[in-house]
C-alpha cells in the first residue's frame, strides 16, 4: 500500500503533495463539466439523469446545465462565489450544480429540508451566498413568496430562483432547450473548489466542508471499480440531494457515464416499485 502525505489540517490541498496524487492516478485532469461534455459526445442519446417525472440523456442534460450555467452567468456572479440549493429531489438540483461546476462558482447543496427559513438565512449568511435555487414549500417552516423575500434580503444575494413543488420547472429557472447566450470559459482546474458542504450539525453548529473536482472524484471513480459500474448500470440514491451521499452517486455516474435516479418515486409508487420500475442494478 502506498503512503501519501499527511498533513496536520483536515485537507489535502497542499501544493507539495499534489504532484504525488497524479501520480498514483488518485487525481486526474477531468472536472464535473469535462466529464459531462465528454459523455455528451461519446454517448449523447443513453440516459443520464431521472426523477419522478423527467428522464435526461447525456446529450440533453448537457443543454440544460449550458442554459443554467448561462442563468448564472447572467446575474454577473464571479469565479468562487457561493450558489446554495435548497430543493426536493428533482433534476433541476443536479443541473444547477454542475452548472456551478462549469463556471467555476462553489455550490452549497446542503439546505435539509428539515431547516428552517431562520436556520437557512443564518447559513446562507455565513458562506455569503449570492444565489440560491429554492423550491416553494420546501422546509420546515418554507413557504414560496415570503421565503424569498426573506432571503433576497441578504447581503450581496443577487438572486433568488423559485421552483414550484411541482416536477415542473416554472418560469424562472431556465428551460432545457433554452439558449445560454454568452457562456465564460469552463472552469478547467480539477483542483478548484467546487462543493461545500455541511456536516450535519447534530453536535453543534453545522461545519462547512470543501471539495474540488479531484477530491470529489477520486472516491467516485475507486467505488465505481471496485463496483463494477459501467454505462449500462443504473443506479438509485436513496440519498436526498441534500446529503453528500447522493453527490457521490452522481460522481460515479459522470465517471462511468450511467444512469442515476433520485429518490422521487411518482405518488403511489412505493421505493421497492421505485427500485424495480428504472432496473436498478
Known amino acids: 500500500m502506498p503512503r501519501y502525505p499527511t498533513s496536520p489540517l483536515l485537507t489535502l490541498h497542499d501544493p507539495h503533495a499534489a504532484p504525488r496524487y497524479y501520480e498514483a492516478g488518485l487525481w486526474r485532469e477531468d472536472t464535473l463539466y469535462s466529464l459531462l461534455c465528454g459523455l455528451a459526445e461519446r454517448i449523447p442519446h443513453r440516459f443520464a439523469l431521472r426523477d419522478g417525472a423527467r428522464r435526461l440523456t ?53 439546505l435539509h429540508r428539515n431547516y428552517t427559513v431562520e436556520e437557512v438565512h443564518g447559513l446562507l449568511q455565513w458562506i455569503r451566498a449570492r444565489a440560491v435555487v429554492m423550491e416553494a414549500g420546501y422546509g420546515a417552516d418554507a413557504g414560496g413568496e415570503e421565503t424569498r423575500e426573506r432571503l433576497s434580503g441578504l447581503p450581496g444575494m443577487r438572486r433568488v430562483i423559485l421552483l414550484p413543488s411541482s416536477r415542473e420547472t416554472g418560469a424562472e429557472f431556465p428551460a432545457p432547450d433554452a439558449d445560454p447566450g454568452d457562456l465564460p470559459e469552463p472552469e478547467r482546474n480539477p483542483d478548484a473548489v467546487c462543493y461545500l458542504a455541511f456536516t450535519s450539525g447534530t453536535t453543534g453548529k453545522p461545519k462547512g466542508v470543501m471539495h474540488s473536482h479531484n477530491t470529489l472524484l477520486a472516491l467516485c471513480r ?60
Do not use: F, Q
Open 58 to 110: 447525456w446529450r440533453g442534460l448537457k443543454g440544460w446545465v449550458d442554459a443554467a450555467a448561462g442563468e448564472l452567468h447572467g446575474m454577473g456572479l464571479r469565479r468562487g462565489e457561493r450558489v446554495a440549493l435548497w430543493t426536493s429531489n428533482r433534476v433541476e438540483c443536479v443541473v444547477a450544480l454542475l452548472a456551478c461546476a462549469r463556471n467555476g462558482y462553489v455550490c452549497n447543496p446542503s
Open 222 to 281: 475507486c467505488i465505481a471499480a471496485d463496483w463494477g459500474l459501467d454505462e449500462r448500470s443504473v443506479a438509485l440514491s436513496l440519498s436526498p440531494l441534500s446529503h453528500h451521499i447522493a453527490w457521490l452517486a452522481l460522481g460515479e455516474s459522470l465517471a462511468v457515464g450511467m444512469e442515476l435516479v433520485l429518490e422521487d418515486p411518482p405518488a403511489g409508487t412505493s421505493l421497492l416499485d421505485w427500485a424495480v420500475e428504472p432496473g436498478a442494478t
